[in-house]
Nanobody, 124 residues
Framework: QVQLVESGGGLVQPGGSLRLSCVAS????????IGWFRQAPGKEREGVAC????????DYADSVKGRFTISRNNAKNTAYLQMNSLKPEDAALYYC?????????????????WGQGTQVTVSS
């Protein structure tokens, strides 16, 4: 088992940036693929980005390509989501998720472990 804790959310103006962090405990993060998801009020959870055990496989939702970057530092047991050029439609509760499986992507069903979420608000 692994436990995940997200942080770094907050209030930012449109066009601004935030970096979300996901700290893993219980097991080493290098055993897991990582996904970032978000859920806005009244909407289903949406896959944002994912990264494999190595940097070989990285996928992004079309809505965030060119603006968001997923990364990881296994020595710190931490994954990151750098969010630039934020738009009001990016506002949501952002979740970090992990899986040991080989077949994963931007589908919530691909992941076994989830953090509690961190709130991102984009408003002027």
């Amino acid at each position: 088992q692994v436990q995940l804790v997200e942080s770094g959310g907050g209030l930012v103006q449109p066009g601004g940036s935030l970096r979300l962090s996901c700290v893993a405990s219980g097991r080493s993060l290098d055993h897991y693929a990582i996904g970032w998801f978000r859920q806005a009020p009244g909407k289903e959870r949406e896959g944002v980005a994912c990264m494999g055990l190595s940097d070989g496989k990285i996928d992004y939702a079309d809505s965030v390509k060119g603006r968001f970057t997923i990364s990881r530092n296994n020595a710190k047991n931490t994954a990151y989501l750098q969010m630039n050029s934020l738009k009001p439609e990016d506002a949501a509760l952002y979740y970090c998720a992990a899986t040991t499986g080989w077949n994963y992507g931007l589908d919530t069903d691909d992941y076994d472990y989830w953090g509690q979420g961190t709130q991102v608000t984009v408003s002027s």
